[in-house]
């Protein structure tokens, strides 16, 4: 099972980060905006997928998703539009190359469209 760390846009123009091992039904449940969606996004609606990053394992997803929600706001626009640098925001350990993979735009958009079925 894999892990993903995603940040979706809200209406108000913040963002939300979060994980899951299924970003469809994680976005839905988002979207719906009822039982188990975040209790921020119950009151900030989700209206976009905007980053989405694959993860080896769920500690390092959750670190990864810890580091994001710190940043300011300059730091998370600036991770969004250089999504390569994930691996920046979580120190290596000696012989660790990359983990953290950024999932492209049009997988980003079919899980996105998926969610809205």
């Known amino acids: 099972m894999g892990y993903y760390v995603y940040m979706v846009r809200c209406e108000d123009g913040s963002y939300y980060t979060g994980i899951a091992t299924d970003v469809s039904r994680r976005m839905a449940e988002h979207r719906s905006r009822t039982g188990r969606c975040a209790r921020y996004t119950r009151t900030h609606r989700v209206v976009a997928l905007v980053g989405l990053w694959t993860a080896p394992d769920r500690s390092l997803a959750s670190t990864l998703e810890y580091r994001i929600k710190r940043l300011p706001r300059d730091k998370k626009d600036a991770l969004l539009a250089d999504p390569a640098h994930a691996d920046a ?7 660790e190359g990359t983990r953290f993979s950024p999932v492209g735009a049009a997988e980003m958009a079919r899980l996105w469209e998926a969610s809205a079925k």
């Open 89 to 95: 925001l979580v120190p290596l350990r000696e012989g």
